[in-house]
């Protein structure tokens, strides 16, 4: 962890304890200086797997930066008396560096989602980042997982997105990230986002850290997502008494 903010450890996971315009501005500096980045974003649910999968955890340990993304971490943090400034999303950043891309003329290679997300982003991205040289594109139903990082390699991107959902994209990215120097971030079901295929929690639930109760009412199959964090919480709870005593 080359981290250069402080950060707070919640369940064995070091978050970064800054803002989001800090950590975007940290991350550009890396991606100009050609540092290689591996930036996880983690919610409840990915801490939850990284406590069952210790191989996984490792895989997350090893990242540079691994950013609060969830409100679960925020009431994580306030519980052990550490409390992060704000959450730090994986759409958010994404959009940031999309857009600091296509103003500063740099070089992107997008993988994951499905056939048909990826198609509306061949249409979308052009358009909406006419100065981001787009040097991938292409979803995540691959078999081969070492041709698709030898393209990468070849195309030398200055940014790697991977939205293959966990664990398989942070273990993706621990597997291949030396293999450019640029940043390698996981951003989940950002590209369904970002296509207009799963549409965004307005912005009242947003601010009011309810996006998550948002989108399951609206996919009512993430409830079983939803179930983890009582049981994250307790977990919690039982590490700041440990500290405590």
């Known amino acids: 962890m080359s981290s ?6 919640v369940l064995d996971i070091p978050f970064i304890n800054t803002t989001t315009a800090q950590f975007t501005a940290a991350v550009q500096r890396r991606i100009v200086q050609q540092q290689n980045t591996f ?7 990915i801490v939850m797997y990284a ?23 925020l009431n994580g943090a306030q519980i052990l008396g550490d409390p992060l400034p704000e959450r730090i999303t994986g759409f958010d950043t994404l ?29 979308i991205l052009p358009q909406r980042y006419p100065g981001l040289n787009i040097v991938g594109l292409r979803d995540g139903y691959f078999q081969d997982a070492q041709a698709v990082a030898d393209d990468i390699a ?7 997105f991977a939205a293959l959902g966990f664990p398989k994209q942070e273990q993706f990215i621990a597997t291949y990230r030396h293999t450019t120097h640029g940043l390698w971030m996981g951003v989940g079901g950002s590209f369904d986002v970002l296509a207009g295929t799963v549409a965004r929690a307005p912005e ?11 989108r399951t009412v609206k996919e009512p199959k993430r409830l079983k997502r939803i179930a983890v964090i009582p049981h994250y919480l307790r977990l ?5 008494k440990r500290q405590r005593s």
């Open 204 to 214: 009242f639930w947003q601010k009011h850290h309810l996006e998550w109760f948002y």
């Open 95 to 123: 959009q940031a560096l999309l857009q600091w891309g296509s103003d500063q003329h740099r070089s992107a290679y997008l993988v994951g989602a499905k056939p048909e997300v990826i198609a509306r982003l061949k249409t």
């Open 236 to 240: 919690v709870k039982q590490q700041a």
């Open 39 to 45: 930036v996880v974003t983690a919610n409840p649910e």
């Open 51 to 73: 406590h069952d999968h210790p191989d996984y955890r490792d895989v997350l340990q090893s990242a540079d930066y691994v950013t609060p993304d969830g409100i679960g971490i």
């Open 154 to 160: 070849a195309q030398a991107p200055d940014m790697v």
């Open 4 to 9: 250069t903010f402080p950060t707070v450890t």
